[in-house]
T-cell receptor
């Protein structure tokens, strides 16, 4: 089991552009959460997907949107990029049948906005 | 609103010394508290959770509801404990949504 995989690992965009990040959850997991981690800070919750629907959302603008596919993989889309969107974006998966708080994280996608 | 505070960005100790990583939280209900760790070049992973009352790699953490704290402790630090440590909170009905603190970098010197 490769665990949670994310792509791409690094990318550079310019202000105003749009970006799509992808995540495949750990085998057997059905819930995917996305976190933004700015430099020197802890991860901040963006949203969570379960059964192809957004189940919870953090304090992020509508420019941040997502999707979950039938195979449980997920995408994070960010429109109209701002310099402040530069961060490490972490995907985490879990199984909704076990509410233990244990999330399995990917290595992240590092986004730089110029 | 739920909030997690880790007052120390960096904690440096010598090998064999005791370690205490501080974590304070604010939450109106009954929270679940966790410590996550990120070793160099590895991904973020769960270290321990308060509900299990477990000791992992010699680390323990006790939830103090009166002081709203969940400090991580180890009596004798090892060099391999050097890592980033994040305290996290989950509200009772929030599924597995976690609120993280800003993290503390632990450096254990030989």
């Amino acid at each position: 089991d490769a665990g949670v995989t994310q792509s791409p690992t690094h990318l550079i965009k310019t202000r105003g552009q749009q970006v799509t990040l992808r995540c495949s959850p750990k085998s057997g997991h059905d819930t995917v959460s996305w976190y933004q981690q700015a430099l020197g800070q802890g991860p901040q919750f963006i949203f969570q997907y379960y059964e192809e629907e957004e189940r919870q959302r953090g304090n992020f603008p509508d420019r941040f949107s997502g999707h979950q596919f039938p195979n449980y993989s997920s995408e994070l889309n960010v429109n109209a990029l701002l310099l402040g969107d530069s961060a490490l974006y972490l995907c985490a998966s879990s199984w909704t049948g076990v509410r233990t708080g244990e999330l399995f994280f990917g290595e992240g996608s590092r986004l730089t906005v110029l | 609103a739920q909030r997690v505070t880790q007052p120390e960005k960096l904690l440096s100790v010598f090998k064999g010394a005791p370690v205490e990583l501080k974590c304070n939280y604010s939450y109106s209900g009954s929270p679940e508290l966790f410590w996550y760790v990120q070793y160099s070049r590895q991904r973020l992973q769960l270290l321990l959770r308060h509900i299990s009352r477990e000791s992992i790699k010699g680390f323990t953490a006790d939830l103090n509801k009166g002081e709203t704290s969940f400090h991580l402790k180890k009596p004798f630090a090892q060099e391999e404990d050097s890592a980033m440590y994040y305290c996290a909170l989950s509200g009772g009905n929030a599924g597995n949504m976690l609120t993280f603190g800003g993290g503390t970098r632990l450096m254990v010197k030989p």
